[in-house]
């Protein structure tokens, strides 16, 4: 397996639920990114890791909780989210954050709905 | 604030030229990129420039004009397989990518 996968693909989930976004790089970088996509939006950064230490936290409401447990894996931990929660939730990965020209590498995303 | 601005959405016909535009106003700046990500898909990289002028990947160019906070993404001999969303994104000063809205491309026959 090559790049970046993302489980589950797609997840819809109640208000009152708890569910979690795995996230895996096979290249070898030792910075990992959350990044929420909505329609017609910006992708807006959630969350930053770099060498399994959260280095940006973009004011991201609580019910939104990061886990990194090495630097190949990365989970978010979703409870009592929102409809407007609702997005496309990307994972990316990069050699190291903030060392300049570090090109990202994308997921292809969990697509989130929230009833 | 920091902003990127760049087309909702344009149209082209298979085998034309396109070009899409990015303007910037960031705190510093580190670095723009060209992203593509097709629908339901991951931003796949498609390029990088720091410095001015132009960089050209065979059927895609990308120029930058730092003095302006201007960049554009040409694509030549316009394929169906082009349509998709192209986003820019600007690296500030703190290193952090600013992400513009992407523009939406539909090739038309």
């Known amino acids: 397996e090559t790049g970046v996968t993302q489980t589950p693909r797609h997840l819809v989930m109640g208000m009152t639920n708890k569910k979690s976004l795995k996230c895996e790089q096979h290249l070898g970088h030792n910075a990992m990114y959350w990044y929420k996509q909505s329609a017609k939006k910006p992708l807006e950064l959630m969350f930053v890791?770099?060498?399994?230490?959260?280095?940006e936290n973009n004011s991201v409401p609580s019910r939104f909780s990061p886990e990194c447990p090495n630097s190949s894996h990365l989970f978010l931990h979703l409870h009592t989210l929102q409809p407007e929660d609702s997005a496309l939730y990307l994972c990316a990965s990069s050699q190291v954050a903030g060392s300049g020209t570090d090109t990202q590498y994308f997921g292809p995303g969990t697509r989130l709905t929230v009833l | 604030g920091q902003n990127i601005d760049q087309p909702t959405e344009m149209t082209a016909t298979e085998g034309a030229i396109v070009q899409i535009n990015c303007t910037y106003q960031t705190s510093g700046f580190n670095g723009l990129f060209w992203y593509q990500q097709h629908a339901g898909e991951a931003p796949t990289f498609l390029s990088y420039n720091v410095l001015d002028g132009l960089e050209e990947k065979g059927r895609f160019s990308s120029f930058l004009s730092r003095s302006k906070g201007y960049s554009y993404l040409l694509l030549k001999e316009l394929q169906m397989k082009d349509s998709a969303s192209y986003l820019c994104a600007v690296e500030d000063s703190n290193y952090q990518l600013i992400w513009g809205a992407g523009t939406k491309l539909i090739i038309k026959p």
């Open positions: 890791y770099n060498f399994k230490e959260q280095t």
